[in-house]
């Protein structure tokens, strides 16, 4: 990545990335084509780019070429590198050859290529900071050489993190110089130095996919996914630190944990619980351990998945159809142990293949009902709490007038086969019952750290089947 003064044709700046270049070897094996030498590589963008020679050239400049630009394919003596992203701006070239994650024989469309506008975007985040300088020679020297150490923090293994590369330039002091001053013990992806009081915070984010159906011939499925996410802001070029998750005597296993690559060491038996084997019954039940060596941005410390013993809402639907209107009843049920302390409940009633709802007679036991604007969807808004019985109903009779080509469609609901779809987060709740024990994280670095923890539990594809019509289904179980 760099830039290029039309003046003096040479690099301003440039930078490779070699385990960038391994992971396209990779993709390609034979047909790869090598990256030149600096000067190489320089002579043959220019050329593309018909800046130093301008002369008729057949395969360059043919009208039956399409112009794909600013992405280009660039001719070298090993095959053409593609997809070359530049663009000109005042005398400055910007330039970067873009990672594909595929093969390129055959030559995959650009649209489907995320590494063009991730290196699009990091060019235009460096010609931003760049530009303002670009009349002052003594400005944009110092600019320049300030360049290769922003894009450690913004890019620091090929893949752009950060693409405003002017809000980098505040923090310039607490940035390191790796080539000649970085601490050897440091790992890469601690990529600038903090400076300050010590601040640890860790978030737990669970999310609980569900499908009820109310039938005897098929099982209700549902699930937890649990992520939490850390930012630590220590001082020091490698510290260390033991965060611990705990679960409660009841508690739910975590099951199928991932772990980030600065967790140094953990306890095997946190891995042999899989949501696969569903006979096993002596899952490790925690404490779970994670000594790290934390990164400098906000990271996923680590993923799981859990199966609780009972979903959060438990809930029946019944749809009939009775001439031309629909019958519709629908009954939630709050499970005792679960905080009832909502950012928000509602349930989702979505009519698609069907016209525009025109007749609707309802009672809602809590809460209330709205109608979408386009009328083919009902929102039934609980709240923030259920009621002390912890159960709510609706009943209702809806008609619908003829069907448009703006009515919604939908190749799974057709019929009476329908669902409700519940939204919904809980805040400072897990339903595993996970937390952060705070007494337990230790630094061994001085000072003592200041520790937030959040935690939180949301909906996510929560769905209640119509019990009186067929259903898509996860798996059956046959009675004999």
Not at 127 to 141: C, G, H, T, V
Not at 245 to 271: E, R
Not at 390 to 412: H, M, Q, R, W
Request: charged residues 20%; hydrophobic residues 35%; negative net charge.
């Amino acid at each position: 990545l760099g830039g290029r003064s039309i003046k003096t044709l040479s690099f301003l700046c440039h930078r490779r990335y070699p385990t960038v270049e391994v992971r396209a070897k990779a993709f390609n094996g034979s047909t790869h084509v090598a990256v030149p030498e600096d000067e190489a590589f320089l002579k043959a963008l220019l050329f593309e780019l018909r800046i130093t020679d301008q002369h008729f050239v057949e395969y360059r400049d043919t009208c039956t070429r399409l112009d794909t630009s600013p992405v280009y394919s660039v001719r070298t003596e090993a095959g053409d590198l593609w997809p070359v992203v530049a663009f000109q701006k005042s005398d400055l070239i910007y330039a970067c050859l873009a990672l594909v994650e595929e093969p390129l024989k055959p030559q995959p469309p650009i649209f489907s290529i995320s590494g063009i506008p991730q290196g699009l975007d990091l060019l235009i985040g460096i010609q931003d900071y760049i530009s303002p300088s670009r009349k002052n020679e003594a400005e944009l020297s110092a600019k320049i050489g300030q360049l290769r150490n922003l894009l450690l923090q913004a890019c620091p293994l090929g893949t752009p993190l950060q693409t405003n590369i002017r809000s980098l330039n505040s923090s310039f002091d607490d940035i390191q110089d790796f080539s000649t001053h970085s601490d050897p013990k440091q790992p890469a992806w601690r990529t600038n130095t903090y400076k300050g009081k010590p601040h640890i915070n860790v978030s737990i984010s669970e999310k609980v996919k569900c499908m009820q159906y109310d039938q005897k011939d098929i099982m209700d499925v549902w699930q937890v996914y649990g992520t939490v996410t850390c930012k630590c802001d220590i001082e020091g070029a490698a510290p260390n630190v033991t965060l611990s998750l705990n679960l409660p005597t009841n508690g739910s296993p975590l099951q199928d944990i991932v772990v980030h690559h600065c967790v140094t060491s953990v306890d095997p038996a946190m891995f042999m619980s899989t949501s696969i084997d569903t006979s096993d019954d002596s899952a490790f039940s925690g404490p779970y351990k994670f000594p790290i060596i934390p990164p400098s941005d906000s990271f996923d410390l680590c993923s799981y998945t859990s199966q609780v013993p009972v979903p959060p809402i438990l809930g029946r639907y019944q749809l009939n159809e009775e001439g031309s209107q629909l019958k519709l009843s629908v009954n939630l049920k709050l499970h005792e142990s679960i905080k009832n302390a909502f950012e928000y409940c509602e349930a989702r009633m979505p009519f698609p293949n069907r016209g525009p709802i025109t007749h609707l007679e309802y009672k809602v036991s809590y809460g209330q009902l709205d109608l979408s604007r386009e009328k083919s969807l009902l929102v039934w808004v609980i709240g923030q709490k259920f009621p002390k019985s912890l159960e709510v109903s609706f009943t209702g009779t809806v008609a619908f007038g003829p069907k448009t080509e703006e009515n919604t469609t939908d190749i799974i609901c057709t019929g009476n086969t329908a669902y409700v779809k519940l939204y919904f987060r809980i805040p400072d709740f897990t339903l595993t019952g996970c937390y952060v024990d705070q007494h337990s994280v230790q630094l061994f670095t001085p000072g003592k750290p200041k520790i937030n923890s959040s935690r939180e539990l949301t909906s996510c594809d929560y769905y209640i089947w119509n019990s009186k019509a067929s259903a898509p289904i996860m798996y059956k179980t046959i009675f004999t």
